[in-house]
C-alpha cells in the first residue's frame, strides 16, 4: 500500500474522531452556559447548540476534506509522521479557534443579557410624581 494512502486514512481518523470529541464536550459542556445566556430558556437552549454543533461539524469536517490534499509524495515513515504532524496542527489549530470564537460569541451575548438585566429597576414604579414648577 503507498505511504501516502495511509497517512490519509491515518489524518481522516484522528481528524474526524477529534473533530467529533470536541464538539460532543463542547455541547456536554456549553448547554449550561447557553441556559444562562438564554436566561434558562431550556428548549432555546438545547436548540441553540444543537445548530452549533452541526455548524462546528460542517466547518471542521469541511476544512479536513479540503486540506487532505498533499503536493508531494511521502517516501518513508518518517515523511508519514512528519505529514501528519503538519497536517492534524492545522486542524487542531483550526479546532481551537472555532472553539474560542463559539465562547467569545457567546460572551458577548451574555454579557449584553447581564447589562439589560442590570438596566431594570429593582423595584418597580410605585407611584407618579408630577415635576415641579421652578425646574
Partial sequence: ????????????VVSIALTVWV????????RVFLADV???????????????VVGFYLVNLGFVALYLNDS???DDTRGIFEALSAKLGVVLL???????????????????GVMEREQVP??????????????
Fill in 1 to 12: 500500500m503507498d505511504r501516502t494512502v495511509v497517512a490519509y486514512v491515518i489524518y481522516l
Fill in 23 to 30: 464538539a460532543r464536550t463542547l455541547s456536554r459542556n456549553g
Fill in 38 to 52: 438564554l436566561k434558562g430558556n431550556e428548549k432555546l437552549a438545547d436548540a441553540v447548540n444543537h445548530l452549533l
Fill in 72 to 74: 508531494g509524495s511521502i
Fill in 94 to 112: 483550526v479546532l481551537g479557534v472555532m472553539h474560542l470564537g463559539n465562547v467569545y460569541v457567546l460572551n458577548r451575548i451574555r454579557r449584553r
Fill in 122 to 135: 429593582p423595584v418597580p414604579a410605585q407611584d407618579w410624581v408630577a415635576p415641579s414648577a421652578g425646574v
